[in-house]
């Protein structure tokens, strides 16, 4: 059942509270591994479920276009101080509605359309809002690419500087959706000093692993830093953007008049949350964990013949080229949906087949740490993902079934906050 209950939902629309009831059985039930999603607490979810949803509050704090700010107000500020005091920002705004948003905001408040923009290829690891071009960001903007060595499957920083150089673009983004290995972010910070260029570090993946000290910071480094709200750091639906104090007003100014109208409240009070317990001591050990979850994975799966790019992992995800079993990503992904293992099909870098069809799969460690598996499991978790492999190329439905039963025993035994047996 989920938690809280939805008994007012089930009576007024029961065709809708059964879907949301089977979607909180289908989270407890799988080995849920896509590496931008989690679990959030009970806490955050009662949050985002008030009456919050029914205010608009157009403006920021002791500045509103509306009436009735005298609630609002103090959530707001407590999202932002929480936000400030946990990455040790000069200034954060919690009013983007999500990742990509946030990230529109930044060529907004510093770039006019056509300037160039610095960012980590798509096929690489990047983001869509990186300069792809089906993305606003490629369309109204001129991106240039960097990406990893086909030897090393990393970031080679004196080719980052040579294009730097080369391109100087008025925009360099750090960071992407698929980067297995710590960014380096100093080496950033000096490329875009040296070429006067603001540095954005987009950690929509990796803030829990920063906040719980677990990757290194870009603060005090990058220009500003957007984030997700609801990756690794495991609170709702949402993104913030931290900045230098200097970048303050036009941070601002881009995400309220410039993108959006009124901030989603009831989402800033999960945010706020979602902070306050980033900012307790067991956060720290739930970011440890995640890592060295991702690491017992990689030593596993390394073991069971599978291909990582770059070899391993040092943060929360990694990137498996599957080539070698003789499986594309897509039929691989739906075959371990079926045993109930939850992972995302991927490119990989200098993949020879198509984005909607590639070679790899992308997985990350950060729900089931939530959930609270440890490295002990993870032996389990690389053996489930070989024979599943092994079964689809074979097309063995049988095995499928006997392994998402399996998975649904061993998870039986860890709770998930949002759903009570
Ligand atoms: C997830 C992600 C985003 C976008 O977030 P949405 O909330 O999906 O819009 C932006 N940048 C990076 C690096 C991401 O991983």
Redesign the pocket.
Known sequence: MHEPKISHLAAEDPALADLIESEAQRQHDKLRMIA?ENYVSSAVLEATGTVLTNKYSEGYAGKRYYEGQQLIDPIESLAVERAKAVFGAEHANVQP???????LAIYLAFLQPGDTVMSMSLAHG?????GSPVSITGKWFRPVHYGVEPETGRVDMSKVRELALAERPKLIIA???AIPRTIDFPAFAEIAAEVGAILMA????IAGLIAGGAHPSPIGLADVV???T??TLRGP???MIMAKAEHATVVDKAVFPGLQGGPHNHTTAGIAVALHEAAQPSFKGYAHQIVANASALAVALNERGFDLVSGGTDNHLILIDLTSKGIPGKPAAKALDAAGIELNFNGVPFDTRRPFDPSGIRLGTAALTTRGLTEAQMPQVAEWMDQTVTAAVKEDTAALDRIAGEVRDLLAAYPMPGYTA
Request: proline share 4%; hydrophobic share 20%.
């Open positions: 931008s509605y999500s990742g990509s948003p946030a990230n990047g983001h869509l809002t990186h960071g992407g959706t987009d950690i929509a993946h957007t984030t997700t609801h990756k639906r949402g993104a």
